[in-house]
């Protein structure tokens, strides 16, 4: 909230505070791909490394800088492809930072990007405990077996395919 009713998002205001819209709106978007799918609970950790991974796509994909409702659906096909297994998700995320956060160096504050950088901090440096599907051969569970082997994995590893399949039931 702006003091004295003010309002802004473009930060161009001497104090003003600078409104996150577009991470905002691509969290808002992720959230809604993952809930559609109902794939996990929104409380759990899985749910929000696939919000995170989701919403990161999402948010460095947006090329224009302007996240547009409209657009979402025809969005779809390039945030697949992104977040496909065979593709080098982790090092795409890590270069477009590396280009928005030098451009926040010229432009000065970047909320947006703080809150895209606090997600991705997160993701890479959090781990979840899940099924070891290389444990198993034909990397499948063990039939009648729950509590099979399991390893520590950082959560955009989890994150990103769980974010794969939401768009694909969406």
Do not use: C, N
């Not at 901090?121 to 990397?139: F, H, I, K, N, Q």
């Amino acid at each position: 909230m702006l003091h004295r009713g003010q309002e802004s998002t473009d930060g161009t205001g001497g104090g003003e505070l600078t409104v996150p819209m577009a991470w905002l709106y691509a969290e808002y978007i992720a959230d809604e791909l993952l809930r559609t799918g109902d794939l996990m609970p929104p409380t759990s950790f899985e749910f929000r490394a696939g919000r995170d991974a989701l919403a990161l796509t999402i948010f460095l994909s947006d090329s224009d800088g302007e996240l547009s409702g409209i657009r979402v659906v025809s969005q779809l096909e390039t945030w697949l492809s992104l977040t496909a297994y065979d593709q080098p998700w982790q090092d795409w995320v890590r270069e477009h930072m590396a280009r928005l956060a030098a451009e926040a160096a010229d432009r000065g504050a970047a909320p947006d990007l703080e809150l895209a950088t606090a997600a991705w901090r997160w993701l890479e440096e959090t781990e979840l405990l899940a099924p070891d599907l290389d444990a198993v051969p034909g990397g499948g569970p063990v039939p009648g077996e729950d509590d099979g082997p399991k390893v520590w994995t950082p959560a955009w590893q989890l994150g990103l395919p769980l974010g794969h399949l939401a768009i694909h039931l969406f």
